[in-house]
């Protein structure tokens, strides 16, 4: 058959593999099916087209701009994904094994695209935190901002998924507004070609947004600086070797490491068999030990269990994994596939024989291996392998020994304290589970364990039917782990595309920082609309645009009616003797919802324009307790303008209340619908 060429794309243009090219092995026939490397690259080149044209590119573009083109390219992905789904069979990938690698990479680029057109801005300059306060009339201010660096991202990718593990990378760098040098591990290169020439082939991408390294870095990680970025999927050996390089050192050149991880999980002392828990229990260790054929870094190495109740889950999760058929992963019978290799074979079971030196194996063994439709020789099939360490106090290996494959060992622990001890034995991980319904058990292992772990997953019956499984990260939330699994924080939404900005505080007036955060900041010049503001529409207004109300008297009157009309008798609005004696009011007062329904009737026009809705309010303060007699007045300003659909627009309107001595009694951030 003819060989695949993994093509290398630099400058723009597709460099096929060189004479000298390595030879890629199908997992399931261990037949060459591809070639890779050798390819004559110029990677001083490539960082500088990164960063002369595609940084400027990107960053030319708003961040709702970029969500956008990231929503489109996976709608791209998806509408060819059946080509990635022939190619990942090659991996030793089931179906379902690449639905989470293919797909799950499809609905992570989406989930950043929506994160993006929600909790972004439709501009340039991304706002963290509130203003601050650094004088005492608010003349001098200081705001924290976040830009794009001004390098490239290069990423370094695992085998175990080609596809989604580069697009969770790409998803929040390309968000960012960072471009991007990928390069892939050269075992399963051609699924992350594949899909990088579909997104080539979309037209979506600006010129020089995505790069694609098929072979060896060279020189690449000695020519980058402090605006670049190194973002790591690998071994805790390579990511060592890697971010120890005196050169990324001195240039302070950030690196994000997702790295080994003896992930664990903990059946809680409640979770008895005969349990539902207990089942979901046994359903989840088997399941992270047969996807991917355990070649998952979020996979379960590491069983944890009551102490006395070890041999009833080891049979338990034995008569699963006896139904779990092996073999070719086409057909449609196939459970579980092939390692990527069959050098990958020969690592898992050299580290399950490390394990084996504490514990003994209580199921599997490659003696008791069938595959189905393919030679279990010339594949690289493993067959699961459980192991039971009856001192895991003792043992050392089961603690720091990987086995990157359907490996894992059961343990028993004496009591919860006992428990969390034995997670953290794991040295940090990406992923720890908890198995229980009592609440007091999930917190005692937040409390004690959360620390070691980036994520805690807790099931039970209420949850199991919707939850995503132990061993799913979800673009959502934080990606990585402490310590042994590498410090890193990938993905996690905005958290992720943080990886790819520079944090900056800003000092300065009212007015600068309103010029600068596109967002009008409380003291900054207030723009006289030509009409009043809810008959303007999005694009008609201005930031800083401001309405100023005429003023309306509060009557006790007001006052009781609100109270005998709502419902809402408090004492302070009902008992002058008992308002006093409060600390907080002067006598009798008006309710807090009397005020903003006041507020609405001094500013709102209310004949049919541009505001559509009403969609909610943020940030509501009481300042100053208005008593009966008191006038208020309110200001209208335009603070924040964001387009949502092709129809219409959020604003958000800053609104504050002032009494007859223009004191400020009430402040709330309004959000309303504009059509265009």
Same mark, same amino acid.
């Given at each position: 058959?003819?060989?695949?060429?993994?093509?290398?794309?630099?400058?723009?243009?597709?460099?096929?593999?060189?004479?000298?090219?390595?030879?890629?092995?199908?997992?399931?026939?261990?037949?060459?099916?591809?070639?890779?490397?050798?390819?004559?690259?110029?990677?001083?080149?490539?960082?500088?087209?990164?960063?002369?044209?595609?940084?400027? !590119?990107?960053?030319?573009?708003?961040?709702?701009?970029?969500?956008?083109?990231?929503?489109?390219?996976?709608?791209?992905?998806?509408?060819?994904?059946?080509?990635?789904?022939?190619?990942?069979?090659?991996?030793?990938?089931?179906?379902?094994?690449?639905?989470?690698?293919?797909?799950?990479?499809?609905?992570?680029?989406?989930?950043?695209?929506?994160?993006?057109?929600?909790?972004?801005?439709?501009?340039?300059?991304?706002?963290?935190?509130?203003?601050?306060?650094?004088?005492?009339?608010?003349?001098?201010?200081?705001?924290?901002?976040?830009?794009?660096?001004?390098? *490239?991202? *290069?990423?370094?990718?695992?085998?175990?998924?080609?596809?989604? &593990?580069?697009?969770?990378?790409?998803?929040?760098?390309?968000?960012?507004?960072?471009?991007?040098?990928?390069?892939?591990?050269?075992?399963?290169?051609?699924?992350?070609?594949?899909?990088?020439?579909?997104?080539?082939?979309?037209?979506?991408?600006?010129?020089?947004?995505?790069?694609? *390294?098929?072979?060896?870095?060279?020189?690449?990680?000695?020519?980058?600086?402090?605006?670049?970025?190194?973002?790591?999927?690998?071994?805790?050996?390579? !990511?060592?070797?890697?971010?120890?390089?005196?050169?990324?050192?001195?240039?302070?050149?950030?690196?994000? !490491?997702?790295?080994?991880?003896?992930?664990?999980?903990?059946?809680?002392?409640?979770?008895?068999?005969?349990?539902?828990?207990?089942?979901?229990?046994?359903?989840?260790?088997?399941?992270?030990?047969? !996807?991917?054929?355990?070649?998952?870094?979020?996979?379960?190495?590491?069983?944890?269990?009551?102490?006395?109740?070890?041999?009833?889950?080891?049979?338990?999760?034995?008569?699963?994994?006896?139904?779990?058929?092996?073999?070719?992963?086409?057909?449609?019978?196939?459970?579980?596939?092939?390692?990527?290799?069959?050098?990958?074979?020969?690592?898992?079971?050299?580290?399950?024989?490390?394990?084996?030196?504490?514990?003994?194996?209580?199921?599997?063994?490659?003696?008791?291996?069938?595959?189905?439709?393919?030679?279990?020789?010339?594949?690289?099939?493993?067959?699961?392998?459980? %192991?039971?360490?009856?001192?895991?106090?003792?043992?050392?290996?089961?603690?720091?020994?990987?086995?990157?494959?359907?490996?894992?060992?059961?343990?028993?622990?004496?009591?919860?304290?006992?428990?969390?001890?034995?997670?953290?034995?794991?040295?940090?991980?990406?992923?720890?589970?908890?198995?229980?319904?009592?609440?007091?058990?999930?917190?005692?292992?937040?409390?004690?364990?959360?620390?070691?772990?980036?994520?805690?997953?807790?099931?039970?019956?209420?949850?199991? &039917?919707?939850?995503? &499984?132990?061993?799913?990260?979800?673009?959502?939330?934080?990606?990585?782990?402490?310590?042994?699994?590498?410090?890193?924080?990938?993905?996690?939404?905005?958290?992720?595309?943080?990886?790819?900005?520079?944090?900056?505080?800003?000092?300065?007036?009212?007015?600068?920082?309103?010029?600068?955060?596109?967002?009008?900041?409380?003291?900054?010049?207030?723009?006289?609309?030509?009409?009043?503001?809810?008959?303007?529409?999005?694009?008609?207004?201005?930031?800083?645009?401001?309405?100023?109300?005429?003023?309306?008297?509060?009557?006790?009157?007001?006052?009781?009616?609100?109270?005998?009309?709502?419902?809402?008798?408090?004492?302070?609005?009902?008992?002058?003797?008992?308002?006093?004696?409060?600390?907080?009011?002067?006598?009798?007062?008006?309710?807090?919802?009397?005020?903003?329904?006041?507020?609405?009737?001094?500013?709102?026009?209310?004949?049919?324009?541009?505001?559509?809705?009403?969609?909610?309010?943020?940030?509501?303060?009481?300042?100053?307790?208005?008593?009966?007699?008191?006038?208020?007045?309110?200001?209208?300003?335009?603070?924040?303008?964001?387009?949502?659909?092709?129809?219409? &627009?959020? *604003?958000?309107?800053?609104?504050?209340?002032?009494?007859?001595?223009?004191?400020?009694?009430?402040?709330?951030?309004?959000?309303?619908?504009?059509? %265009?």
């Amino acid at each position: 058959m003819e060989l695949i060429a993994v093509e290398s794309l630099a400058l723009g243009k597709w460099v096929a593999p060189g004479n000298d090219a390595a030879k890629i092995a199908s997992a399931i026939t261990g037949e060459a099916i591809a070639q890779i490397g050798d390819g004559a690259l110029d990677f001083a080149a490539m960082r500088e087209y990164a960063k002369t044209k595609g940084g400027p !590119a990107l960053r030319a573009m708003t961040y709702h701009e970029r969500a956008k083109m990231l929503k489109a390219l996976g709608q791209a992905i998806a509408a060819r994904k059946g080509e990635l789904y022939e190619l990942s069979y090659n991996t030793g990938a089931t179906k379902a094994d690449s639905w989470i690698d293919i797909d799950g990479g499809i609905g992570t680029l989406m989930v950043f695209a929506s994160k993006g057109r929600r909790e972004m801005p439709d501009g340039h300059i991304y706002i963290d935190g509130d203003v601050e306060q650094l004088s005492k009339k608010g003349t001098f201010l200081g705001q924290h901002i976040c830009t794009p660096l001004q390098g *490239v991202a *290069v990423h370094i990718n695992a085998f175990n998924f080609p596809v989604w &593990g580069m697009l969770e990378k790409l998803a929040p760098t390309l968000l960012a507004g960072v471009p991007a040098i990928v390069k892939p591990a050269s075992q399963t290169a051609y699924l992350t070609h594949a899909c990088v020439k579909i997104m080539m082939e979309s037209g979506l991408l600006p010129e020089g947004a995505v790069q694609l *390294v098929s072979g060896g870095t060279g020189n690449l990680l000695d020519l980058l600086d402090c605006q670049d970025v190194v973002s790591f999927t690998g071994s805790a050996s390579t !990511a060592l070797k890697l971010r120890s390089s005196p050169h990324l050192l001195e240039q302070s050149v950030r690196f994000v !490491a997702e790295q080994d991880s003896l992930n664990a999980s903990l059946l809680g002392p409640d979770a008895k068999p005969g349990t539902e828990e207990f089942d979901l229990f046994v359903k989840e260790v088997v399941r992270e030990l047969t !996807a991917k054929a355990g070649q998952k870094c979020t996979a379960i190495r590491r069983i944890l269990v009551p102490q006395g109740l070890e041999k009833e889950l080891i049979d338990a999760v034995s008569a699963r994994l006896d139904k779990t058929v092996i073999g070719d992963p086409r057909l449609e019978t196939t459970r579980m596939g092939a390692v990527v290799s069959l050098a990958q074979r020969a690592d898992v079971l050299e580290k399950a024989a490390l394990i084996g030196q504490e514990a003994q194996l209580v199921y599997g063994g490659q003696d008791a291996l069938t595959v189905d439709g393919a030679d279990a020789v010339k594949g690289s099939f493993v067959k699961p392998a459980l %192991y039971h360490c009856a001192d895991p106090d003792g043992a050392k290996l089961v603690h720091e020994t990987e086995a990157f494959g359907p490996v894992s060992t059961v343990m028993g622990y004496r009591d919860l304290a006992h428990g969390c001890e034995i997670l953290n034995r794991g040295g940090g991980s990406l992923v720890a589970s908890v198995i229980t319904m009592d609440g007091d058990v999930a917190r005692q292992v937040a409390l004690n364990s959360a620390s070691w772990h980036g994520r805690l997953y807790i099931n039970n019956r209420v949850s199991m &039917g919707e939850s995503t &499984g132990h061993g799913s990260p979800l673009p959502h939330l934080v990606h990585g782990g402490p310590g042994r699994a590498g410090g890193g924080e990938e993905m996690g939404g905005v958290r992720g595309v943080m990886h790819y900005m520079q944090r900056t505080s800003v000092q300065g007036s009212p007015d600068i920082l309103t010029a600068i955060s596109g967002q009008w900041v409380t003291g900054s010049e207030e723009k006289t609309p030509p009409a009043h503001p809810f008959t303007r529409s999005f694009n008609e207004l201005q930031i800083g645009e401001t309405l100023w109300t005429d003023s309306r008297e509060v009557t006790l009157e007001d006052i009781e009616h609100f109270a005998e009309f709502t419902g809402d008798t408090f004492y302070a609005h009902m008992d002058e003797e008992a308002a006093a004696a409060n600390p907080f009011f002067p006598g009798r007062v008006a309710h807090g919802y009397l005020l903003l329904s006041f507020a609405a009737g001094l500013f709102v026009q209310p004949d049919p324009g541009p505001v559509l809705a009403n969609t909610g309010l943020n940030d509501l303060k009481f300042m100053k307790p208005v008593s009966p007699g008191d006038s208020i007045k309110v200001r209208l300003t335009v603070k924040r303008k964001t387009r949502r659909t092709d129809e219409y &627009g959020e *604003v958000r309107w800053n609104v504050t209340l002032f009494n007859q001595d223009e004191e400020q009694v009430a402040e709330y951030e309004l959000h309303t619908m504009n059509a %265009y």
